[in-house]
Structure formats: C-alpha cells, structure tokens
C-alpha cells in the first residue's frame, strides 16, 4: 500500500513556463515532507523540504506548498530551465522533522522542452 | 571525494549467491542508511544506523539481508542467496545526525541472473 503517491509519472514542460509536481500522502502521521531530484545514474539530491506547521517554502526557483488537510503537497518550478530535467521525487517522515526512514513515492519524470 | 561512495558501482551474481555491497559515508556523518530502488519504483527503506548500531531495520524484507558498520563509517550490505527479485538498484545515504539532510550515493545495480 503506497503510503506515499507521485500519480503523474511523466510531465512535460517547456522552458520558461511553469512546472508543477504533486503528490498525496495518507499517512497522516507525517509531519515532515522534501523533494529529491535524480539524475540519470546518480543517487537523489536534495532539493527542498517543507514541516507540517508550514504550508509554504520557497528556495529560490522552487516552492513546495503543503495542503495538510488535502493530504497533498506539490513542488513548483519557475521559470523551468532544460537542467531541471530529471526524476523528482517525493518523500515523507513522521519523526518530527527525522530523516530516519523516509518513505518515497514511484517518482515523475520532468522533461523540460526547448 | 566528499561524497557518500558506493562500491561496486554494478555486480552481476547469479541466483544463490552471496554478495556484498559497500557504502563509504561521509566523513563525520553518524547516520547511515541503506535504501533499495527497483525499476519504476521509488526509494525504499532498508535500514538505518546511527553510529555503530542498526536502530531501525525494519525494513529489511527477510533474513537474506543483513547490514554491519563495525566501526560506526564504512557500511556493507550482505545478502545471502541472492533471488532474481533482488535485482534493484541499493542506494546509500549518510547524514551528520537524525533528522538531518540525507545525502546519497550513486547505488550499486545489482542484478541477479
């Protein structure tokens, strides 16, 4: 059962617009939520994380909003640049703010055209 | 390099095997965890040390896996005849404690013929 759930698993972008990843959760112990981009080969990065108290996080081109009571949380990229190709996914922890056992949805895979 | 280092970066085996797969965290970073992707799949949680001990391996799947870090740095991964649902992609990550950012290795793909 995914507690965690990436439904789109591809999204198509072109550059400069923007670029919107969702996911829902169901656990609703979670209180901590982040955004992992990998490339091809490599392992995942970290890109962004947001806590329950907040519903908001911004970090220059990217925004993460939390909806608590939807369950559901989505990443914003503006403006999309070719380079933020890659899988994104996202990853969910009811430790409080814990890194410990992060559960991960399947992943999208954003393209960005030119 | 600064980076988490994972060891081999691909290993064929053949089903019944024995393998072992090496993590060489960051220096300095107390907790170190093990993560298994399979094609199309996200992440998933193996195990998880914070120093020399394993304080969370509930998500080992069964008893053919097994983890050590002797020494509170360099951790292997041992699994013991192999099945050819093994085959994935086991992905390492340090941090410098609980609850701080997870940096991860490029995985080692293992197949199982």
């Known amino acids: 059962d995914q507690q965690v759930k990436q439904n789109s698993p591809s999204l198509s972008v072109q550059e400069g617009r923007i670029s919107i990843l969702n996911c829902d959760y169901t656990?609703?112990?979670?209180?901590?939520f982040l955004w992992y981009k990998k490339y091809p080969a490599e392992g995942p990065t970290f890109l962004i994380s947001?806590?329950?108290?907040?519903d908001k996080n911004e970090d220059g081109r990217f925004t993460v909003f939390l909806n608590k009571s939807a369950k559901h949380l989505s990443l914003h990229i503006v403006p999309s640049q070719p380079g933020d190709s890659a899988v994104y996914f996202c990853a969910a922890s009811e430790q409080g703010g814990g890194a410990d056992g992060l559960t991960f949805g399947k992943g999208t895979h954003l393209i960005i055209q030119p | 390099g600064a980076g988490v280092s994972q060891t081999p970066s691909n290993k064929v085996t053949e089903k019944g095997k024995y393998v072992e797969l090496r993590c060489d965290p960051i220096s300095g970073h107390t907790a170190l965890y093990w993560y298994r992707q399979s094609l199309g799949q996200g992440p998933e949680f193996l195990i998880y040390?914070?120093?020399?001990?394993?304080?969370?391996d509930s998500g080992l799947p069964n008893d053919r896996f097994f983890a050590v870090r002797p020494e509170g740095s360099v951790s292997t991964l041992k699994i013991q005849r192999t099945e050819r649902g093994d085959s994935a992609v086991y992905l390492c990550a340090s941090s410098s404690g609980p609850g701080e950012k997870l940096f991860f290795g490029s995985g080692t793909q293992l197949s199982v013929l």
């Open positions: 040390f914070q120093g020399t001990g394993a304080a969370d």
């Open positions: 656990n609703s112990m979670f209180d901590y």
């Open positions: 947001i806590s329950s108290i907040k």
